[in-house]
């Protein structure tokens, strides 16, 4: 069965990213196609990491299949997506509660852990703004997130881990592999938001509903004439407007605010050690000898440390 669904719902579980274009300090952007609407819901705030681990991925995704064959909850999608979306926004809620307890000991311990990981703190910090539900109709503007896994450590780290999953057509497609092929090489794999809308469009899809549980890490990307992303018309920084801030003003202003963060983080990180070339995930398998010395060890987390040549 080849046939694509007039609502997709794609449920994000890769390494996330907020391409920042250093030059106008505005994320890429891209405009929803013609003919297509979309409903997003974002598990972190632009800038902070998320911290989900591998079983609540697999519990989650799990949950929600079994939703979809629900054939009163498949109506509810049918006729109204935005309900549809919102029954999810508690069940999510509800996988963060041992994880912020968790956070929270750790922040309370941090005097003592000469590990501890700034990006909790953020995280802490900006809960309030989890979960934010974000509708946009053809012709708006949507930051060009980037997604991203490593073929060879990641790619089968679990069913349903380090993926873009199209979870209500047959089989269950992982977006990546679809639009980048099957790889096994040691490399990491990139697609971006825009990628990922463009392929459902050609394939008839009418609405997306984009459930992104990824990382909003921001990275500096300076633009090229062979990307895809988009950046922001100058001219808009020009214009004044009393409304209730866009999305791309609001990441405007946290880039600002967690810029000197970000500088800390990297410090901080660099002087751990110089041999963390893999990421936070290459870092903690190296120490699992020590895993009884903290809690954060025990999580398989979705940060990653990009490298951009």
């Given at each position: 069965?080849?046939?694509?669904?007039?609502?997709?719902?794609?449920?994000?579980?890769?390494?996330?990213?907020?391409?920042?274009?250093?030059?106008?300090?505005?994320?890429?952007?891209?405009?929803?196609?013609?003919?297509?609407?979309?409903?997003?819901?974002?598990?972190?705030?632009?800038?902070?990491?998320?911290?989900?681990?591998?079983?609540?991925?697999?519990?989650?995704?799990?949950?929600?299949?079994?939703?979809?064959?629900?054939?009163?909850?498949?109506?509810?999608?049918?006729?109204?997506?935005?309900?549809?979306?919102?029954?999810?926004?508690?069940?999510?809620?509800?996988?963060?509660?041992?994880?912020?307890?968790?956070?929270?000991?750790?922040?309370?311990?941090?005097?003592?852990?000469?590990?501890?990981?700034?990006?909790?703190?953020?995280?802490?910090?900006?809960?309030?703004?989890?979960?934010?539900?974000?509708?946009?109709?053809?012709?708006?503007?949507?930051?060009?997130?980037?997604?991203?896994?490593?073929?060879?450590?990641?790619?089968?780290?679990?069913?349903?881990?380090?993926?873009?999953?199209?979870?209500?057509?047959?089989?269950?497609?992982?977006?990546?592999?679809?639009?980048?092929?099957?790889?096994?090489?040691?490399?990491?794999?990139?697609?971006?938001?825009?990628?990922?809308?463009?392929?459902?469009?050609?394939?008839?899809?009418?609405?997306?509903?984009?459930?992104?549980?990824?990382?909003?890490?921001?990275?500096d990307v300076e633009p090229s004439p062979q990307t895809s992303l988009s950046s922001i018309d100058e001219d808009d920084e020009e214009k004044e407007d009393d409304s209730e801030d866009?999305?791309?003003?609001?990441?405007?202003?946290?880039?600002?605010?967690?810029?000197?963060?970000?500088?800390?983080?990297?410090?901080?990180?660099?002087?751990?050690?110089?041999?963390?070339?893999?990421?936070?995930?290459?870092?903690?398998?190296?120490?699992?000898?020590?895993?009884?010395?903290?809690?954060?060890?025990?999580?398989?987390?979705?940060?990653?440390?990009?490298?951009?040549?």
């Amino acid at each position: 069965m080849n046939t694509y669904p007039d609502i997709a719902v794609v449920l994000v579980t890769s390494h996330g990213t907020v391409k920042i274009n250093p030059t106008t300090q505005q994320p890429y952007t891209f405009n929803v196609p013609e003919n297509v609407s979309l409903t997003l819901l974002n598990a972190v705030t632009p800038g902070v990491c998320n911290f989900w681990d591998t079983d609540d991925t697999q519990h989650f995704t799990e949950y929600l299949l079994k939703k979809l064959k629900n054939e009163e909850e498949v109506e509810i999608l049918k006729n109204d997506p935005d309900a549809f979306i919102n029954s999810l926004v508690e069940i999510l809620k509800g996988y963060d509660v041992k994880m912020l307890n968790e956070l929270y000991e750790n922040k309370k311990n941090k005097a003592k852990n000469k590990d501890y990981d700034v990006d909790e703190e953020q995280f802490i910090y900006h809960y309030d703004k989890s979960y934010t539900i974000y509708s946009y109709n053809e012709g708006d503007a949507v930051v060009n997130k980037e997604y991203s896994r490593n073929n060879k450590t990641e790619q089968n780290e679990s069913a349903w881990n380090f993926k873009v999953l199209l979870i209500n057509k047959f089989g269950v497609p992982d977006l990546i592999r679809e639009l980048r092929g099957r790889n096994k090489q040691d490399k990491d794999d990139y697609i971006s938001f825009e990628d990922i809308i463009n392929f459902l469009k050609e394939d008839n899809v009418k609405h997306v509903i984009f459930l992104d549980l990824s990382c909003s890490n921001f990275v500096d990307v300076e633009p090229s004439p062979q990307t895809s992303l988009s950046s922001i018309d100058e001219d808009d920084e020009e214009k004044e407007d009393d409304s209730e801030d866009t999305s791309s003003q609001f990441i405007q202003r946290m880039n600002k605010i967690q810029r000197n963060d970000r500088r800390t983080r990297r410090d901080i990180l660099s002087s751990q050690s110089k041999s963390r070339k893999g990421g936070k995930r290459k870092y903690k398998k190296k120490f699992t000898r020590k895993r009884k010395h903290t809690k954060k060890r025990n999580k398989q987390r979705r940060k990653y440390k990009m490298t951009f040549k």
